[in-house]
C-alpha cells in the first residue's frame, strides 16, 4: 500500500492523506508553491504534537 502525504514546507504539518491499494507508477501533482508531497509506504512517518496537530517527520 502507497500513502500520498501532502503537507506545508514551512512547518511540515500534514494537510492529507491519501492510501492506495494499489501500485502508482506515474501520477500528475497540482504543483502549489507553499506545500510539498511524499509518496511512501512507510507509515512511521508522523508525529503527533501534544495539540493532536500531525506533522511529517524529519526524513
Known sequence: ???LVVFR???RKVI???EF???ITEMNV????EFSYLVTTK????????D????VKDI
Open 1 to 3: 500500500m502507497q500513502i
Open 9 to 11: 514546507k514551512v512547518d
Open 16 to 18: 492529507a492523506t491519501f
Open 21 to 23: 491499494n494499489t501500485l
Open 30 to 33: 497540482l504543483a502549489i508553491p
Open 43 to 50: 507509515r512511521d512517518i508522523f508525529h503527533t504534537a501534544a
Open 52 to 55: 493532536g496537530q500531525v506533522f
